[in-house]
């Protein structure tokens, strides 16, 4: 999805029009673009799948270790981190009513306070694993007295650790198909879909979140 | 014209009012309080099932209003549908082997040769 | 009935079978319908001279569609049973099972009775009666399959698993490693061993050899071995050069390996060098001399030889005189001389097939394929053709004539083992191998 | 057939696809969907050659009990590292993308008359990612891995050769086979040519389409399990290793999950192209379009519920065994109606047998042998025995090499006057078919014989009563390896040299595809198609 801007410049496209597409009209390429970003949606919640599928079995096997190593977890850091993430989903959405309604500093402004609050949330996140690298709760700096939570830290980690960086790839989408286009008003009610697809992949990321917390923080 | 469904009115998707947004968020806000609060009730088993369900009505809530759920067609809510059910199934089809595994135990003699 | 799937050693094995001839039969007369029909088609509806003739505009014929819907679910759920029935019998394990722990572990199995009793790579169980195989793995996955038992059983590090069969004929069977664990998961292999229910009490209570053993301390029970397992045959005790380096103040020496790096005899070198010889070979030794003494020596075996090695300060001494073995290789079993040749080459105790080849390729001495009847040139020039006089003249006294481009390295042991009648057959043996 | 592409624009030369644009840049750069085909062409050719060296190897070792060629596989290490490049080669290189990305890519906008994939650039983009992972796989033989293509978890989580490396390679292709299901998935369902209703599609846009759904949506799943192994190597994360308290059998779980239907994303494509060519020679509409639909379908549906039959002996619990081989029943009713349904459609023809033809009839006697050996590991009792022997080896053979590879080859066939513009040497590729036939059979029928005397696979030495059919099997694949040279050879012979020129409906085909001209303009249609009546249109309304 290279930057449509580029191409609407080559093909002289008024500020609000959708880009030229040679082998689609501009509805047919809007449906495409969502039925793709579904399917692409789809991929993201099955990687995490084998994820949830794994903590099930591993929490079958390890039940009491799960229950001790989740006390360990900053209970009030994970709550935080998910109202964060429910406020940005919540902007998020406002944002592609905005850019519905044509309003390109809407667009900025919401995209704005949800690219922070994702910012919040790496900021907590970071916070989280320095505190557990100080207890030697960290990959690289394993030591022995927390090595029996090692199942429970080892699936906590690729969990977390792949949502943060889903994270940091919904800011960067938001940033570069919504808030840099929209300062050069590209977007209109005839054409916003790239908005509405970096929405979607950031209701993705809060979507997950959403199971991870109760899994990992309050259940274990 | 291809045959997709496009709309009469020029706007491609459907507008949904800011307000219904805030009214989502608050729901999805309550429901965050209140399954850390049955988090804190110790019921055993059902402490998870609890949590899941908890997490699902936030997420159908999420996916319904917005991800535009609502105004989606019938092709793109099977893709939304399919990863559920495949998580469904790899997690049955697991778990009709690990709690049902037989665990014979060695003959008597100190097993560590 | 078919037999297809060879000797049936087990009670369910004829069950399996049955499945298996149903489940053939099937397939056989439906693939030669379809494609008959096929092929009957080809033929009369072909074009004649290539011009296309008339077709009828046929879509579909649902009749036939629920027919071949049908026929192929029911006989599903027909073969579906008999899979279903002949599992169930392979999972109920009778009660009165003799149970025997499994242990696989890189390239061997180690079996565990209940009395203690261990072996390597040799199961031995009584003939018609149930045998319970209580497994687990050391390292990677394996998987124990014993194809006239018809059962197979994966073997996971962690856990344990089980497999169950009743022998329904004593012999020897194959039992192979399934699952892929490595390098060697082809020699992986064990030897199952169903005796008549005497014999096997008889085996099953003689363990003088195992308890002899355990009661000496470490470094004598090391020693003990040193001669038993024909260590002494490549390694010297007081620094001569033999086959193999000599174990003189072998504990913690330094040197250099064939290819360049260094090694450090620590025990894991030691304990390595025993169990897998080729992975270290010392600069200027032969790289294939040494067997692998994986599944001959326990790990308390090994503990024994490192202690033993650590008190040699070149005063140990060993009488050697007396052979190694004193009881005779039991008279080599086989009809014709050239098999009982074949048994005392690879005969355990005898160690030729350590250093000559038989498939020609070069190892601590001249390979045999090929051997009789060729001319050798001698170290020092002379030309002899290989007779008889010649092997015998080798085995007895090999010091005698050394072929050009080997060590003197043959250890003259075999004076007092093997006798004319042996040599004898090993000649026979020499003369299939050219 | 309505549409007809109009009479080409001036010019000394006809310009279409190939020759409109040249220069290498051009065709690295391209996002023509036909461009990118011949792309994956050429690369997946390449790695098939040298997963098909591989197999040579091993079946020279295996000629004879004990080292065979010990200057090439000096041991078991050795022999481990090419059945591992074997079988990575030719599954996640050459087979996974096979039909889907070459003649799925070139044939899905054709036969549903649209002008390209929905997203173009994302098509060009997946064969980077698909190049990039080739040379990641590459690279990780140098330090050479010897897990087998499974990566089972023991195993591959402490061994020390290049696991993380081919592992990530691994991830990259199947990430590279994600987007491009996904790319035809938006394609099928978006960019139908007006009248292009669902049921007047032809079945190879059927099976293309059950194979996308497939491949969008089972392929995270392996994504994440080798991950999960990179993880395990690298951070020491306890999920499958059994010391740190994983499960190495949740490894087998998660990577059969994704593994049995990856089998089906080889094979569908395969069902849809000789659906394709049978009613073309036959002059006949396929029989029981309708079957055929909701079979591909219900194959890939199924593909989804059954993966544990392969971990029958895996030591999963014996209701999980039960259970999963009662499902596994359900995947062979689909199989056998299919069948069915190509011999019917033979009925009252009038049948010429040009190569394609001959592919698509040996190809039903393959499946036929591939179909009935299934059943026999779908049956508990008799898996125990044949699970992990040469049966499965030859099994599986017959399924990928004489379904998804035969497949291959007869499309390549069938579509190579629309792909290139010339017409392939007929008496050639006749000839190359028999050799490919006979040394295919014989290579694998020795195989099933040597399962059921119990001969376990991967094995670099067996005892010597073995002998005698490993040998006959070499000789085989090497009258196998010949068979693929001189088809494959004959194929880019005519490429490049080729003078016959293809007429625009060599066969007189009623596919979609065919009414333009061959090879089609880079805008493959010059007028937008409408679609006006079913697919196979053959043979004359008699009855009502």
Redesign the interface.
């Known amino acids: 999805m290279s930057s449509n801007a580029a191409v609407a410049e080559h093909h002289h496209v008024g500020p609000g029009d959708p880009p030229h597409i040679h082998h689609m009209d501009s509805a047919t390429a809007y449906g495409a673009a969502k039925l793709g970003m579904w399917l692409f949606l789809a991929t993201e919640v099955l990687l995490f799948a084998v994820m949830f599928c794994s903590f099930a079995i591993m929490r079958f096997y390890h039940l009491a270790e799960f229950h001790d190593a989740s006390h360990h977890l900053d209970l009030k850091a994970g709550a935080f981190n998910t109202v964060v993430l429910l406020v940005s989903s919540y902007t998020a959405a406002v944002a592609v009513t905005k850019a519905q309604k044509g309003d390109n500093k809407g667009i900025i402004k919401f995209f704005g306070i949800s690219v922070a609050c994702g910012l919040i949330f790496l900021l907590v996140k970071t916070y989280e694993y320095t505190g557990k690298a100080h207890h030697g709760m960290f990959p690289v700096v394993w030591n022995e007295n927390f090595y029996e939570y090692k199942n429970f830290l080892g699936l906590y980690y690729c969990m977390t650790g792949l949502h943060a960086l889903h994270v940091i790839i919904g800011m960067a989408v938001m940033v570069i198909y919504g808030i840099l286009p929209a300062r050069k008003n590209r977007y209109s009610g005839r054409y916003y879909t790239p908005v509405e697809l970096g929405a979607l992949y950031w209701h993705l990321v809060d979507l997950i979140w959403i199971y991870l917390f109760p899994l990992l923080y309050l259940v274990g | 014209m291809a045959h997709s469904h496009s709309h009469s009115h020029d706007e491609l998707g459907h507008v949904v009012p800011e307000s219904l947004f805030l009214k989502v968020l608050l729901a999805l806000l309550f429901l965050t309080v209140v399954t850390v609060l049955v988090a804190q009730v110790d019921m055993g088993k059902w402490n998870i099932v609890g949590a899941l369900l908890i997490a699902t009505v936030k997420a159908s809530l999420v996916i319904y209003f917005f991800m535009h759920g609502k105004y989606e067609n019938r092709i793109i809510w099977m893709y939304i549908l399919i990863p559920f059910i495949l998580l469904a199934i790899m997690i049955g089809g697991v778990f009709t082997d690990d709690p049902f595994r037989s665990k014979p135990t060695p003959v008597g003699v100190s097993q560590q040769s | 009935m078919l037999g297809?799937?060879?000797e049936q050693g087990s009670d369910?094995a004829q069950?399996?079978d049955y499945?298996?001839d149903i489940?053939t039969i099937?397939?056989v007369i439906?693939?030669v319908l379809?494609?008959g029909?096929?092929i009957y088609?080809?033929i009369i509806?072909?074009?004649k001279e290539?011009k296309?003739?008339?077709?009828?505009?046929?879509?579909?014929?649902n009749a036939?569609?629920v027919i071949?819907?049908t026929f192929?679910?029911l006989v599903?759920?027909w073969?579906?049973w008999?899979?279903?029935?002949?599992?169930v019998?392979?999972?109920n394990v009778p009660d009165n099972a003799m149970?025997?722990?499994v242990?696989g572990r890189k390239w061997a199995w180690?079996f565990?009775?209940?009395?203690?009793k261990?072996t390597t790579g040799e199961l031995v169980v009584p003939v018609d009666e149930p045998v319970?195989l209580?497994m687990?793995s050391k390292?990677?996955?394996h998987?124990f399959?014993v194809?006239v038992m018809?059962?197979?059983?994966?073997v996971?590090?962690?856990?344990?698993?089980?497999e169950w069969f009743r022998p329904i004929k004593t012999g020897d069977f194959?039992v192979?490693?399934?699952?892929?664990?490595?390098?060697?998961?082809?020699?992986m292999l064990a030897r199952l061993k169903v005796l008549p229910r005497a014999e096997f009490e008889r085996w099953l209570a003689d363990d003088s050899e195992a308890r002899k053993l355990a009661s000496l301390r470490p470094s004598d029970r090391g020693k003990e071995l040193y001669v038993s397992k024909q260590c002494v045959t490549c390694h010297s005790l007081d620094g001569s050069p033999r086959v193999g380096p000599s174990w003189l103040k072998l504990f913690r020496k330094e040197g250099k390996l064939a290819d360049g790096s260094s090694y450090v005899a620590d025990e894991n070198y030691i304990r390595e060098s025993i169990l897998n010889p080729?992975a270290k070979t010392v600069a200027g030794y032969p790289a294939m001399g040494m067997p692998s003494y994986q599944g001959q020596l326990?790990?308390d075996d090994i503990t024994g030889i490192i202690e033993f090695i650590k008190t040699i300060d070149g005063s140990t001494k060993v009488d050697v005189s007396q052979p190694a073995a004193p009881k005779k290789p039991a008279a080599a079993a086989g009809a014709t001389p050239a098999e009982r040749g074949k048994a005392l080459v690879n005969a355990p105790d005898n160690l030729c097939a350590t250093c000559h080849s038989i498939?020609g390729?070069k190892l601590v001495g001249p390979s045999f394929k090929g051997l009789w009847g060729r001319k050798e040139k001698m170290s020092d020039g002379t030309e002899v053709t290989v007779d008889a006089d010649y092997i015998k003249e080798s085995i007895y006294k090999p010091q005698a004539k050394i072929v050009e481009g080997y060590g003197p390295v043959m250890p003259a042991m075999y004076e007092g083992k093997l006798s004319e009648q042996d040599v004898s057959d090993i000649i026979e043996y020499l003369k299939t191998l050219s | 057939m309505a549409a007809h592409s109009a009479a080409t624009t001036a010019g000394h030369e006809e310009l279409n696809y190939l020759n409109w644009k040249t220069g290498i840049w051009s065709w690295l750069s391209s996002t023509d969907h036909k461009r990118i085909c011949f792309l994956y062409l050429f690369s997946i050719m390449v790695f098939f050659i040298l997963g098909g060296l591989a197999a040579l190897v091993i079946r020279t070792e295996l000629a004879t009990a004990g080292p065979t060629i010990p200057s090439i596989v000096k041991d078991g290490h050795a022999y481990n590292v090419f059945f591992t490049m074997h079988g990575v080669f030719m599954i996640f290189l050459f087979v996974v993308p096979g039909i889907p990305a070459t003649l799925g890519n070139f044939l899905i906008p054709l036969m549903i008359g649209a002008k390209d994939v929905a997203f173009p650039r994302l098509n060009l983009f997946s064969w980077y990612l698909y190049v990039f992972g080739a040379l990641c796989g590459g690279y990780a033989m140098l330090n050479p891995v010897d897990t087998g293509w499974t990566f089972y978890a023991p195993y591959s989580t402490t061994t020390s050769s290049n696991v993380s490396l081919m592992v990530f390679a691994a991830f990259v292709l199947g990430f590279s086979s994600i987007l491009t299901g996904l790319n035809f998935l938006v394609t099928i369902h978006q960019l139908r040519a007006p009248g292009m209703t669902w049921m007047r599609l032809p079945v190879f846009i059927w099976a293309s389409y059950a194979t996308a759904i497939i491949q969008t949506v089972a392929t995270p799943v392996v994504g994440m399990t080798l991950l999960l192994i990179i993880a395990e190597r690298v951070f020491g994360a306890g999920i499958f290793d059994p010391t740190k308290g994983g499960d190495p059998v949740l490894m087998e779980h998660l990577f059969w999950f994704y593994s049995h239907p990856v089998v089906y994303i080889m094979v569908l494509p395969a069902f849809g192209v000789v659906g394709e060519i049978i009613p073309v020679f036959s002059r006949k509409p396929l029989f029981g379009y309708k079957m055929v639909v909701i079979s591909s379908m219900a194959i890939a549906a199924v593909g989804f519920v059954v993966w544990a039959h392969h971990m029958f002996v895996a030591g999963i619990s014996d209701f999980s065994a039960k259970a999963f081989s009662i499902v596994t029943f359900l995947v062979a009713v689909p199989t056998a109606i299919k069948v069915f349904n190509w011999v019917s459609t033979m009925y009252k023809g009038s049948i010429s047998f040009r190569t394609p033809m001959l592919y698509a009839m040996s190809f039903v006697f393959l499946f036929m042998v591939a179909g009935t050996t299934g059943i026999y590991l779908a049956m508990l009792g008799v898996d125990v025995y044949y699970h992990d022997t040469y049966f499965v080896v030859a099994h599986f053979h017959y399924t990928i090499q004489g379904g998804a590879v035969i497949g291959l080859i007869a499309a390549l066939h069938m579509w190579y006057p629309k792909m290139t513009g010339k017409m392939y040497n007929e008496a050639v590729a006749q000839f190359a078919f028999a050799f490919l036939f006979i040394g295919f059979n014989l290579t694998f029928i020795p195989q099933f014989i040597l399962g059921m005397d119990g001969m376990p696979r991967r094995y670099y030495d067996y005892p010597e009563s073995y002998q005698t059919l490993h040998t006959i099997s070499t000789i085989g694949a090497y009258l196998n390896a010949l068979g693929y040279a001189v088809t494959l050879g004959n194929l880019a012979w005519t490429a490049k040299f080729g003078k016959v020129k293809a007429p625009r409906n060599p066969y007189n085909s009623a596919g979609l595809e065919w009414q333009t001209a061959s090879p089609p303009p880079h805008e493959n249609f010059d007028t937008q198609p409408v679609v006006t009546e079913d697919p196979y249109n053959y043979g004359t309304h008699k009855h009502a």
């Open positions: 297809l799937l060879g369910f069950k399996v499945a298996h489940v099937i397939s439906c693939t379809i494609v029909v096929m088609f080809a509806y072909r074009q290539g296309d003739h008339e077709t009828p505009h046929i879509h579909g014929n036939l569609e071949w819907t192929p679910t599903c759920i073969v579906a008999l899979g279903y029935d002949s599992f019998d392979m999972r149970e025997v722990n242990t180690d565990q009775y209940k009395n203690g261990r319970k209580v687990t390292d990677v996955l998987s399959f194809p018809r059962t197979k059983m994966d996971i590090p962690g856990r344990y698993t089980y194959q192979f490693c399934t699952e892929y664990c490595g390098n060697e998961h082809s020699r080729q326990s790990d498939d390729s």
